[in-house]
């Protein structure tokens, strides 16, 4: 089992920037992906952003290339999401999950999840 803690969410205003975190504790001497989505009131849940477990791949949603950057430092069990140029529409639950099949925009291609961190940004 891997337990994952996500923290660095709050209230910005439009234009700002956040870094998420997500450390992940328990069974984490297997290799594993991790994967950040989002979630806004009323919508389903969106994939955002995914590493590999070596960091040498990644991939980004349409909506977040370009402003949002993902890094991960394995030393500290840590998985990053770097966020700028923010927007209103940004505002959601920021989850990361964790998988060991790779990295996958596919909620089903994780097998752990965190409680999520609240994003709001302000107009």
């Known amino acids: 089992q891997v337990q994952l803690v996500e923290s660095g969410g709050g209230l910005v205003q439009a234009g700002g920037s956040l870094r998420l975190s997500c450390v992940a504790s328990?069974?984490?001497?297997?290799?594993?992906?991790v994967g950040w989505f989002r979630q806004a009131p009323g919508k389903e849940r969106e994939f955002l952003t995914t590493?590999?477990?070596?960091?040498?791949?990644?991939y980004y949603a349409v909506s977040v290339k370009g402003r949002f950057t993902i890094s991960r430092d394995n030393a500290k069990n840590s998985v990053y999401l770097q966020m700028s140029s923010l927007k209103p529409e940004d505002t959601a639950v920021y989850y990361c999950a964790a998988g060991v099949r790779g990295i996958s925009r596919l909620e089903a291609g994780y097998n752990y999840w965190g409680q999520g961190t609240q994003v709001t940004v302000s107009s």
């Open positions: 328990g069974r984490t001497s297997s290799p594993y992906a």
């Open positions: 590493i590999s477990s070596s960091g040498i791949e990644t």
